[in-house]
T-cell receptor, first 114, second 114 residues
Framework: KQEVTQIPAALSVPEGENLVLNCSFT??????LQWFRQDPGKGLTSLLL?????REQTSGRLNASLDKSSGRSTLYIAASQPGDSATYLC?????????????FGTGTLLAVQP | DVKVTQSSRYLVKRTGEKVFLECVQD?????MFWYRQDPGLGLRLIYF???????EKGDIPEGYSVSREKKERFSLILESASTNQTSMYLC?????????????FGPGTRLTVL
């Protein structure tokens, strides 16, 4: 059974710092890994999707890497800003029945201090 | 832009009431999902649907049922609400569910059962 873990559960950094969020998973037979952002009391917004054949994806100040053999992904945020404050969730797409399901980690709550 | 809407942002119900949560997507997506999100447990899949009138149980279907009579609408039903169903409920949709497809989330419904 796939298990997804995110460490740390919470992180506080000063504005301008570069930071790394971690995600680990137990079963390397995945279709893709996705990183989402969730603002307080709101739904999830997809940030980056890495297919199993890829090693990284970039969008603006965000870079996500995938190492299937070690069961790890990282989300790198460059030059952090207060607007980056949110909960970041990683999710694995596992095959399940007629459609693919996502298995989520419990998230990292990021606070960027001005 | 994909838009997923949920009928209520906040809902308060009493134990034993029948509760309907509605979700509508406007992008002709085939797959729709219902999750609940609880502190420390992350997002857990309740039910999903890959076509009209088709449904499959997720990881925690007990106490819930669903209905998908039209492609754009996916309803979650709590037949007899209980206090342990107090949670944030999130609806999502995706085009097909292949490895390149992400899920798009609604804003969530925070349900309180008294």
């Amino acid at each position: 059974k796939q298990e997804v873990t995110q460490i740390p559960a919470a992180l506080s950094v000063p504005e301008g710092e570069n930071l790394v969020l971690n995600c680990s998973f137990t079963d390397s037979a995945i279709y893709n890994l996705q990183w989402f952002r969730q603002d307080p009391g709101k739904g999830l917004t997809s940030l980056l999707l890495i297919q199993s054949s890829q090693r990284e994806q970039t969008s603006g100040r965000l870079n996500a890497s995938l190492d299937k053999s070690s069961g790890r992904s990282t989300l790198y945020i460059a030059a952090s800003q207060p607007g980056d404050s949110a909960t970041y969730l990683c999710a694995i797409m596992n095959y399940g029945g007629a459609t693919n399901k996502l298995i989520f980690g419990t998230g990292t709550l990021l606070a960027v201090q001005p | 832009d994909v838009k997923v809407t949920q009928s209520s942002r906040y809902l308060v119900k009493r134990t034993g009431e029948k509760v309907f949560l509605e979700c509508v997507q406007d992008m002709d997506h085939e797959n729709m999902f219902w999750y609940r999100q609880d502190p420390g447990l992350g997002l857990r899949l309740i039910y999903f649907s890959y076509d009209v009138k088709m449904k499959e149980k997720g990881d925690i279907p007990e106490g819930y049922s669903v209905s998908r009579e039209k492609k754009e609408r996916f309803s979650l039903i709590l037949e007899s609400a209980s206090t342990n169903q107090t949670s944030m409920y999130l609806c999502a949709s995706s085009l097909r569910g292949v490895s390149t497809d992400t899920q798009y989330f609604g804003p969530g419904t925070r349900l309180t059962v008294l």
